[in-house]
């Protein structure tokens, strides 16, 4: 059996009990700080920031029009259809392997400009952006942004020298891990971005504050999903009693991941509490052993696989970059019924894609994507099994037909 969850929270007990005292701290963080090149500016949420970067460029733009990518997570989707008419969002076209921009939208109209360029990294790894180096200089006054959440190595900031602002979660199963938070980095002398940071300061300012309840009861309701996700000992307890009693284990993990996301749908522009600053701050001391193990994890992982099935299964796989710097475990799968049923036979959780989502409008290409987007299938987490549950795991993946 693999006695694994289908997500992990990158923080140990001590590390928990660290960040339910942090809110009872009495010197007083701030949101901000700035060094030589960068400013970066903390938040409640990675979609707080991201919503209140949006509706900033929009106070400023009005009828504001982007270029992005096919696939987001749903609040960042969300949050674009909130702010951004369909017909001004152009959508950047991908490879086969999604893992590379290989063409940007023409705009027939030159009267027509694009204010934002917005790109979302996926699977652990980034996207290839070189196109937008030379969009960059032809088009100066373009935000080019991206959502770095599920990126590469989070030392390197921007994963390209193209982007003004880079965005990241410290949420409960993110990297880096505060179990909430989000931050914005901003380049700074650079002269689009100029005023971006007092702006953005003056719209958090206006949120209402997060209280130190608050903070400690979202901490305290988080803490059964992190007994689940990291403990195999609770893990199979649970898998016994599911065989059992013939609890069906999809319907299960589907479920527990809907009502229990770590995180806010809706709600989320809120001025962070101290205790969420200082989270943040410890989180950024301790992405490197994060990254060190979902990087060991996922080349064993890999190297088991056959590699016409890993090309299959995973075809965004960079040859030099065989690793995946997230905690989710997916793959691609034609029949996800059928594969759910399979691994559901054998008491293995597995659901179909719960994060990505593409945008609620037709465009060219539109149905690729959402056949792809439909294609994605979590298996369980790698971060906690040892080497023969994950033997095991890729023995299943071999097989499968």
Partial sequence: MIFAALDYIPVTFKDFFFHLSYPFFIKKKSIISRSDNLIRINGYSCRSIFSTLLKLLKSQRKNIRILTTPIHHTSFRDIIEEYIKPENIYILE????YNKIINIPKIDNKDIIVDACIVTHVFGQDLNCELLKQYKIENPNCYIIEDRVQGAEFEKIFSNNCFDISLYSTGMDKRPCGLGGGIMFIKKNNRITKNTDINILSYINSYRYETTYGRVLFLIKKFPTFLLYNFKIIIKLLLYIFKFFKINIHSFSY???????????ENYNIFPNNGTLYSIDKSLNDYKNIEILYKKKSQIFYSKLQPVIKKKLIPWLIDDKNYSLTPYNTI????????????????????ENPTYKIFNFSYVNSEKYKKFNNSIVYIPSLSIMDDREIEYLAELLNAYT
């Fill in 255 to 265: 479920k527990y991941r809907k009502y229990n996301p770590g995180f806010s749908h």
């Fill in 332 to 351: 691609i799968i034609k029949n996800t019924v059928k594969f759910i049923d399979y691994f559901n036979s054998k008491n293995i959780a597995v659901i």
């Fill in 94 to 97: 991908l490879n086969d392997e």
